[in-house]
T-cell receptor, first 112, second 118 residues
């Protein structure tokens, strides 16, 4: 299974953009890149996913490097509610996409 | 939508007792996942089902753990006998098959069951 590497923690100011990096240098052509986040005392929640092209939704944007060996989750204006652990995950089409391996994630601190 | 429902939300039991955790997936979802989260090991996938059939249980730590999905709206995770090292938060998640490609489907997590084994 391809592995992801994320910084342990990051800090941001409220109302400013946040760029959360993820390295996945061993990614295969059939791996989808997913991001989930876990707010304190809650289950993980889906944020965004992509395969090759950059993606936008109401929560965030996902920028995928041209060689797909890294990606960046972008929160355009951080709020206090965005303080959470963010997980970058790869899911392989060849295994039906069922297998989901969470790493340690990045703990995002947001300062008022 | 009610979301994924898990019960109980908290369970305290003594070593050696049987523990049963319950999960009701979102209606219409055809995949179900059981995860365990601890400070030491993070989030671990224990088992997943597709259309009520167990697909991969390689994450189940020991024979003391078993999971069933008798129908599309109910699943259980049983630990017998329980041990203190089983103390963790157990999450259930469900997923629809919307994209035709399982790797693109979104998982919806329940609130978790916090298990404490004394």
């Amino acid at each position: 299974d391809a592995k992801t590497t994320q910084p342990n923690s990051m800090e941001s100011n409220e109302e400013e953009p946040v760029h959360l990096p993820c390295n996945h240098s061993t990614i295969s052509g059939t791996d989808y890149i997913h991001w989930y986040r876990q707010l304190p005392s809650q289950g993980p929640e889906y944020v965004i996913h992509g395969l090759t092209s950059n993606v936008n939704n109401r929560m965030a944007s996902l920028a995928i490097a041209e060689d797909r060996k890294s990606s960046t989750l972008i929160l355009h204006r951080a709020t206090l509610r965005d303080a959470a652990v963010y997980y970058c995950i790869l899911r392989d089409v060849n295994t039906g996409g069922f297998k989901t391996i969470f790493g340690a994630g990045t703990r995002l601190f947001v300062k008022a | 939508d009610a979301g994924v429902i898990q019960s109980p939300r908290h369970e305290v039991t003594e070593m050696g007792q049987e523990v049963t955790l319950r999960c009701k997936p979102i209606s219409g979802h055809n995949s179900l996942f059981w995860y365990r989260q601890t400070m030491m090991r993070g989030l671990e996938l224990l088992i997943y089902f597709n259309n009520n059939v167990p697909i991969d249980d390689s994450g189940m730590p020991e024979d003391r753990f078993s999971a069933k999905m008798p129908n599309a709206s109910f699943s259980t995770l049983k630990i017998q006998p329980s041990e203190p090292r089983d103390s963790a938060v157990y999450f259930c998640a469900s997923s629809p098959r919307t994209s035709g490609v399982g790797a693109a489907d979104t998982q919806y997590f329940g609130p978790g069951t916090r298990l404490t084994v004394l």
